[in-house]
């Protein structure tokens, strides 16, 4: 059994990845913003925290890290303005890495795209242009700490179900269900050999574990 603690709770990838954890007895913490998601959360056997990762301190991240055995980022601004993209996707995620050192929680799961790079060559002038800065600053700040991270570099993102098959060695994006995506996260936790790697993925035909351990 392992403490997990998902920041994002509420995003779709989150909620199916919550039931997968907690279905192999693993015990989840779910980060939220707003209280009217708790419910939606608990409803996946999650443990819904309240708690601004926007607004919150280091300090009160490391408190709320405290006592788990991974930390999974799943958050992300969803859109709007720059400034926010860059205060949630980048500041908060690097206040989030900084705070899980400081609790002693090394595990650090990223949750990426899979075209995440500073070379992403998005134009200043596409909307896309302040998210694909902000991940690919906070990949890159992740690689460099000394935690036991993985970054996850999943494809565009379908509602299709989940086949427990990816393709992890494709050079370009695809697609890849919300649900695979899920489960590649879990199996992500308990695969040390992902630790230290940047995994970009698309639906395919290996079994996830068989293709995170190679």
Known sequence: MARILIVGGHGKVALLLAPVLTDRGDEVTAV???????????????????????????????????GHDAVVWSAGAGGGSAARTHAVDFEAAVRSMDAAKDAGVARYVMVSYFNASPDHGIPASNSFHAYAEAK??????????????????????????????????????????????????????VE?????????????????????AD
Do not use: C, K, M
Not at 146 to 153: I, K, R, Y
């Open 32 to 66: 939220v913003r707003n209280p009217d998601h708790a419910e939606d959360v608990r409803a996946t056997g999650a443990n819904p925290v309240v708690f601004d990762i926007e607004q919150g301190s280091r300090e009160e991240l490391a408190a709320l890290i405290a």
């Open 136 to 189: 690919a600053a906070a990949d890159e700040y992740l690689r460099a700490t000394s935690l036991d991270w993985t970054v996850l570099g999943p494809s565009a993102l379908t509602l299709d179900e989940g086949t427990g098959r990816i393709d992890a060695a494709a050079s370009e994006s695809g697609q890849v269900s919300r649900a695979n995506v899920a489960l590649v996260i879990a199996q992500t936790l």
């Open 192 to 212: 040390p050999a992902t630790i230290g790697r940047t995994i970009r993925f698309n639906d395919g035909e290996t079994p996830i574990a068989e293709a995170l």
